[in-house]
């Protein structure tokens, strides 16, 4: 823990540790910074104080671990009485909707539940995949190969080909992303698809539509850690017809250069078309016409009971909400736990794209939650001004980076870059250019040596081991992952609740940068006019 004079001397001038914005610090209590930035829990009628709940440095003071595992382990038993997952359209999921929705009630919010439809996708048995030539063995489901979501159910006996891979280390596959890849493919063949560069789903759809009765596409190879098998969907728009399977890139390697291949593979799944849910709830206080969004995915993948993906989100904006039932915000805070997001981003993805363009506007900044609570932890904060991936977010993202940056700063703790990959729940808000921000304590990767170095833990291993698996379970949360990143998520939402001055400020200087360049090329096309008018 910090000393209060140093929480005293980030609040008087956090203004000045923005590097490149203004941000407009809210008001500052006299409360005492004892109950701030304290050692240990504090007593319970502090947290029940607007005062206290309501500023960027007391509302990370309340929001405990202690009670974000107690909404876990309420989410690790509803998985348990509900074949032991959490999935979209299963009654694992039914219920951690009820039970988000009963506390939020209770709390006093009003609460909307959106349903929307949805492709829904059911593993009834496990997979099975055979060599029947030229060598006959039969391979381990789960170790050897898995499903790719929202793969059509079928078996398919039908020799091998290769589609344009690339083998070896650093390759950059672009198997299966062309139709051109797919020249002279043999129709009733089985087709062999490497990851890398495009979509699951734009490959198989690909094979499917050159006349491949199955697909089996294999890891992409290029680094150690994308060798293994991994949780993927081929999106719900998947439309194929066919069989698909995922494979490890070693696998897959030696069936690419193996003549005469000939492989058997049963697909055991059922897929439908229903619907699901998200939860959304938002502050009775504070300006509607400038909303701060905060989301997290509540389902789980159908393997497992999905404690760190995502009841770590889920739990700890359910605490944060609660806790901020009794704050005054000057901006509206929405809550959202949205549906379907293992299944391919579905239910934020409605949520947006349903929203007309005056609500859209209303909603100066989405923060996601994702995984904050993963056993090997890396501090992970959304790249959104583009300095570490190249790849910037809508105007006010760099905004909100710098704003968690500062928190991890204030608590002297290490962070760095995450990648904009869109493979979350801020992908539709970038999309409509709504600024986004958000945290991340690392998946399947595998932590390096200098990660190990800076946050502890061991090199070489997954973020989370229990990645998309089983074992996803409370023991495989790291509490102190989990309070560092709740409170930093309190952080910014409670400052983002009083004051947004730095998104404004950063998003009217994109705008005004655009009109100049707009201007420029209406000068450039009128001096252009002229000379052809002289010159006819």
């Not at 593979?265 to 969004?293: F, K, S």
């Not at 990645?467 to 952080?491: P, R």
């Amino acid at each position: 823990m910090h000393k209060n004079n140093n929480a005293l001397r980030v609040v008087a001038s956090l203004a000045m540790a923005f590097t490149g914005a203004a941000f407009a610090a809210p008001p500052v209590e006299t409360q005492r910074f004892d109950d701030f930035w304290s050692p240990g829990k504090p007593d319970a009628s502090v947290c029940r104080s607007p005062l206290m709940v309501g500023t960027p440095l007391g509302l990370p003071r309340c929001l405990q671990a202690g009670n974000v595992l107690k909404h876990l382990q309420s989410l690790q038993d509803i998985a348990s009485l509900n074949d032991g997952n959490r999935a979209s359209g299963l009654p694992g999921y039914q219920a951690s909707v009820d039970y988000v929705r009963s506390k939020l009630e209770r709390a006093g919010y009003r609460v909307r539940v959106q349903a929307f439809p949805f492709l829904a996708f059911y593993p009834t048995g496990p997979g099975v995949l055979n060599a029947l030539a030229p060598q006959q063995q039969n391979y381990v489901w789960e170790e050897d190969f898995t499903y790719l979501e929202q793969s059509d159910p079928g078996t398919v006996t039908a020799q091998v080909v290769a589609v344009d891979v690339a083998l070896g280390a650093g390759n950059t596959s672009t198997s299966g992303c062309e139709a051109e890849d797919f020249a002279g493919f043999p129709a009733g063949a089985i087709a062999l698809i490497q990851r890398g560069t495009c979509a699951f789903g734009q490959k198989a759809t690909l094979a499917a539509a050159a006349g491949a009765s199955g697909v089996v596409i294999f890891n992409q190879g290029d680094t150690e850690d994308r060798k293994g098998l991994m949780g993927a969907t081929l999106g719900a728009d998947y439309a194929g017809g066919i069989p698909v399977l995922f494979a490890t890139y070693d696998n897959g390697a030696a069936w690419a250069q193996t003549a005469g291949l000939q492989l058997s593979m049963t697909v055991d799944v059922i897929r439908e078309q229903t619907e699901t849910y998200n939860v959304l709830a938002e502050t009775r206080r504070g300006n509607p016409d400038n909303v701060v969004m905060v989301g997290a995915h509540l389902d789980s993948v159908a393997e497992g009971p999905g404690i760190n993906d995502n009841g770590s989100g889920s739990a700890a904006l359910l605490e944060m909400a609660l806790l901020m039932s009794k704050a005054h915000p000057l901006n509206k805070v929405r809550f959202a736990w949205w549906g379907a997001e293992e299944s391919g981003l579905v239910g934020s993805t409605h949520y947006v794209t349903q929203l007309p363009d005056e609500e859209k506007r209303r909603i100066k900044a989405y923060l996601n939650a994702d995984m904050i609570g993963s056993p090997n932890f890396a501090n992970f904060i959304y790249d959104g001004d583009g300095s570490d991936f190249g790849l910037q977010g809508p105007p006010g993202s760099a905004a909100i980076e710098r704003l968690l940056r500062a928190y991890f700063d204030l608590r002297n703790q290490p962070s760095e870059g995450t990648e904009i990959d869109f493979r979350s729940d801020y992908a539709q808000f970038f999309e409509d250019g709504i600024a986004f921000g958000g945290l991340f304590t690392g998946a399947e990767d595998v932590k390096s040596e200098a990660q190990a170095q800076r946050y502890g833990g061991a090199a070489g291993q997954a973020f989370d081991p229990c990645y998309h698996n089983e074992c996803d379970n409370l023991a495989n949360i790291s509490s102190e992952a989990l309070e560092l990143h709740g409170d930093a998520l309190a952080f910014a939402t409670s400052w983002l609740s009083l004051s947004t001055k730095a998104i404004d400020d950063e998003i009217a200087a994109a705008a005004s940068a655009a009109q100049g360049a707009t201007t420029l090329r209406a000068q450039k096309v009128q001096e252009k006019s002229r000379w052809g008018l002289w010159l006819r």
